[in-house]
């Protein structure tokens, strides 16, 4: 069984960029969510994609999207990089069933560790 | 005030010692995970909870759904215990996966 995997693991950028981050799903997952980690905080919900849709928004600008794909990969889009958008970003695959969203365990990925400059 | 507080904030302990990890909430809530994150590492998923009580080698977790309160417990803890462990709540209200966060508790123990 394969775990959540990111990539890349680093990534640096100036103000202004925008930035493309990736997600693989656990095996047998089928929704991911992404959260935002700042130094010394917990992390944030930015939202969750579920059946190739987002499904639930935390408070993030819509500079921040996503898409996720037919094999529930995943990618965070950020555009307009701010300073304050360095962070960990952490993405965690989860199964849901046919009834539709609802909570079972998070795996967590690893993060891709992102600084603006 | 946070929807998860958790408390302590930092915990220095000596090998050996047994630790206690607590984690309150002021929302209904459907589960609860006890997360582990080493410096520098990744966040792994140590337990999900929705009652009672869980074991996993030396680490105890359990929760009082009434009291609206999580306790995380390490027996004969060793220095590759310290991490930061953080506890997260699903809410009742929310139909998605969102988590929201402790601020985290910072163990260091030393040998």
């Known amino acids: 069984e394969t775990g959540v995997t990111q990539s890349p693991t680093h990534l640096i950028k100036t103000r202004g960029q925008q930035v493309t981050l990736r997600c693989s799903s656990q095996s047998g997952h089928n929704t991911v969510s992404w959260y935002q980690q700042a130094l010394g905080q917990g992390p944030q919900f930015i939202f969750q994609y579920y059946r190739e849709e987002e499904n639930g928004r935390g408070n993030f600008p819509p500079r921040f999207s996503g898409l996720q794909f037919p094999n529930y990969s995943s990618e965070l889009n950020v555009n307009a990089l701010e300073l304050d958008d360095s962070a960990l970003y952490l993405c965690?695959?989860?199964?849901?069933?046919?009834?539709?969203?609802?909570?079972?365990?998070?795996?967590f990925g690893p993060g891709t560790r992102l600084t603006v400059l | 005030k946070n929807e998860v507080e958790q408390s302590p904030q930092n915990l220095t302990a000596q090998e050996g010692e047994f630790i206690t990890i607590n984690c309150s909430y002021s929302v209904g809530i459907s589960a609860l995970h006890w997360l582990q994150q080493h410096p520098g590492g990744g966040i792994v998923s140590l337990f999900m909870?929705?009652?009672g009580k869980k074991k996993h080698g030396r680490l105890i977790a359990t929760i009082n759904i009434q009291e609206k309160h999580s306790s995380l417990h390490i027996t004969a803890s060793h220095p590759r215990d310290s991490a930061v462990y953080t506890c997260?709540?699903?809410?009742?209200?929310?139909?998605?996966?969102?988590?929201?966060f402790g601020q985290g508790t910072t163990l260091q123990v030393k040998p």
């Open positions: 909870l929705s009652s």
């Open positions: 965690a695959s989860s199964s849901t069933g046919v009834a539709g969203p609802s909570y079972n365990e998070q795996f």
């Open positions: 997260a709540v699903k809410g009742l209200t929310s139909n998605t996966g969102k988590l929201i």
